[in-house]
């Protein structure tokens, strides 16, 4: 491929940060003088990579490779040109996040030191940097690198998007929201409305969390941006227990980008939900094609468990025990409680917590492990700040009913069992039907309130004492008659 003449002054805007979440290039507003020679030409793919992430868009696949390729084709000729090696390793980092693809990591980090070591304070280098830590899922390196940045340049927008991550990452969910009540004052655009979307949701909020999320969709400056925001519509529609609402929003974002994997992988989920098994077969084999996460894995391989193919579903759990993942910690965990060895969940999800990595995620999946290693009590204390946090989550209300039922809770276990199913009954292949027998076992309430809530009847007041002179009077006796 030719190298591209993308302007210097685009460049020269940065490629600040990579959402780990959505996986979206950022970077601050173009500056004026755009192209110096003159008229504007139509912007080739990777200038249009460039641009798009300047607006806070996601470029799409192939622009973003033609980017990597023009920059790598670049920097053989001009290997000093530290703004090119920040933008390299920014895309290397989208590309490997939006591909699931992490040897794309290693080249993003040598080329991000690049940049930084002619110069230590290059804010594109450090924010590429914190990027990178978030898509391994390190969040305290992630919000290191972020939280410097924002000393530095407090107006840089780009910084927030990555701190709102690492703070979500972290369990910290007030700095979290601080980061994104800044973030909108700093700059507006569908990616803003699609951070906003995510984090209603984390808080429960969730007619707030729609409408966000309809108008990331309706800012949204690239077919990859819209594809992106309407797979988040589908999300929460899936997480209402709305399937046919969800396989809509995503069969429109697939119209507009046909392999885009987060969507392939929540139609197969909501497909499934609807008995269209076939096809929830079908979409879950092209999402692991384009975008093998052990999320889909997991779930593939629960799919193929609940229809009986045992031997499909021992394909999937091989994969997930026999490959390297890379931010897979919970998902690992959870595998293992429900599939593997339930001791090894809990090493590793404590592991995570000790990282300081205490978010409702990993809260939920270190209760779970407890439970399943024999630990219901340790683990009821993790339950319940999963549950307790805000996220409205049909997996969460589960394992805290089934928890809850081994300890004796009797009453707290009905009510959450029952929550989950009313949350979204479709929650899980494997889990809801269970959810309903446990419900079913556990019958209804009884008629009699517990115990502590009962109120007993107030004692009857005690005689009063006769006093002496009562005690001394005569009886008058009875007239006899004569």
């Not at 309809?214 to 594809?227: F, I, M």
């Not at 009962?454 to 005689?463: F, G, K, V, Y």
Request: charged content about 25%; overall charge negative.
């Amino acid at each position: 491929m030719k190298t591209e003449n993308v302007s210097r002054t685009v460049l020269a805007c940065g490629v600040g940060a990579v959402i780990a979440a959505t996986a979206l290039l950022y970077a601050p507003d173009v500056a004026p003088g755009l192209f110096d020679d003159g008229p504007p030409p139509a912007p080739g793919p990777a200038a249009r990579a460039v641009i798009a992430a300047n607006a806070g868009a996601q470029a799409s696949l192939p622009d973003l490779a033609a980017l990597i390729d023009d920059r790598e084709k670049w920097l053989k000729k001009h290997p000093g040109d530290e703004t090119s090696w920040a933008v390299l390793g920014a895309a290397y980092t989208e590309r490997g996040t939006r591909l699931g693809d992490a040897t794309y990591y290693p080249r993003a980090e040598q080329a991000l030191q690049r940049a930084l070591s002619t110069d230590r304070r290059n804010l594109d280098a450090r924010l590429g940097l914190g990027a990178l830590a978030g898509a391994r899922g390190d969040w305290k390196s992630a919000r290191s690198w972020a939280e410097g940045v924002r000393q530095d340049n407090p107006a840089r927008w780009s910084t927030y998007p990555l701190l709102i991550d690492a703070y979500n990452g972290l369990g910290d969910y007030k700095s979290a929201q601080k980061a994104l009540e800044r973030l909108e004052e700093l700059h507006t655009g569908g990616a803003v409305s699609a951070r906003a979307a995510q984090m209603y949701r984390n808080r429960g909020w969730r007619e707030d969390a729609s409408a966000a999320a309809l108008d990331a969709v309706a800012r949204a400056e690239t077919g990859a941006e819209k594809a992106a925001a309407l797979a988040r519509l589908g999300d929460l529609a899936w997480e209402r227990g709305e399937p046919e609402e969800a396989v809509a929003q995503y069969g429109t974002a697939l119209g507009l980008v046909r392999d885009h994997g987060p969507s392939l992988a929540g139609r197969a989920r909501a497909l499934a939900a609807l008995g269209r098994t076939d096809e929830a077969v079908r979409d879950y084999q092209a999402a692991l094609a384009r975008l093998p996460l052990p999320e889909y894995v997991l779930e593939a391989g629960e799919l193929y468990e609940s229809l009986g193919l045992d031997g499909d579903a021992r394909s999937r759990y091989e994969l997930l025990r026999s490959r390297t993942w890379v931010n897979g910690e919970v998902v690992l965990g959870l595998f293992e409680a429900d599939h593997g060895d339930a001791g090894a969940a809990v090493r590793r999800l404590k592991a995570e917590w000790a990282r300081g990595h205490r978010s409702v995620q990993v809260a939920d999946a270190l209760g779970w492990a407890l439970h399943r290693a024999g630990s219901s009590k340790e683990a009821l204390e993790y339950a319940k700040r999963a549950t307790d946090e805000g996220l409205r989550s049909a997996l969460f209300s589960y394992h805290r009913g089934e928890i809850e039922r081994a300890v004796e809770e009797y009453g707290p276990a009905r009510r959450h069992l029952a929550e989950a199913l009313r949350i979204n009954p479709y929650f899980s292949p494997l889990l809801a039907p269970r959810a309903r027998e446990a419900v079913a076992a556990l019958g209804d309430p009884p008629d009699e309130l517990p115990k502590d809530l009962r109120r007993e009847p107030p004692e009857p007041p005690a005689a009063a004492p006769k006093t002496a002179q009562a005690a001394q009077v005569p009886q008058v006796p009875q007239e006899q008659k004569p």
